[in-house]
Structures are given as structure tokens and as C-alpha cells.
């Protein structure tokens, strides 16, 4: 996957941790667990070629967090580029 630039950025964070740096656009949700007015934070992804390749053949998208606790997360897909 190639990060990609996320429609409304609010900042980039990871960069001066020596990584590419990710655009995040921040943002506050209703979450059934914890909530109107949740905090969470948005970025965007496109597959390569070769990934969609596969996503079109029905592999699935993985989602791997760095350490060892895992945080509340949401995978969805964003919409088609204008």
C-alpha cells in the first residue's frame, strides 16, 4: 500500500521518527463504545497495481500495529477520486 494524501490534512506525523511521514486528517466521531465526541485520526492508502490485483482476486486487506497493545481501529474504503 502507498500512503496517500488524505482530502483536509491537519498534520503529518512519524517523519522525525526516520518513517516516509503519514498525513492525518483529525477528526471527532459518535462511537458505539466510547461515545459522541470520540477523537480519532484518518489516513489514506492506495494498493499498487499488484495489490489490487489481488484484492480483485479476494484477498483480503491486513492491518498490522507496530508493538505489542492494540488500539481501537477502523479499516473502511474511501471514496472513487474526483
Request: glycine letters at 10%; aromatic letters at 2%.
Amino acid at each position: 500500500m502507498l500512503i496517500a494524501a488524505i482530502e483536509g490534512v491537519t498534520r503529518i506525523i512519524g517523519k522525525s521518527q526516520g518513517y516516509l511521514g503519514l498525513p492525518l486528517r483529525d477528526e471527532v466521531m459518535n462511537c458505539a463504545v466510547t461515545g459522541e465526541g470520540t477523537p480519532a485520526m484518518v489516513s489514506a492508502w492506495q494498493p499498487t497495481p499488484d495489490e489490487l490485483a489481488r484484492l480483485n482476486a479476494g484477498a483480503s486487506v491486513h492491518l498490522r500495529v507496530i508493538g505489542t497493545q492494540h488500539p481501537p481501529v477502523m479499516l473502511e474504503v474511501g471514496q472513487p477520486p474526483a
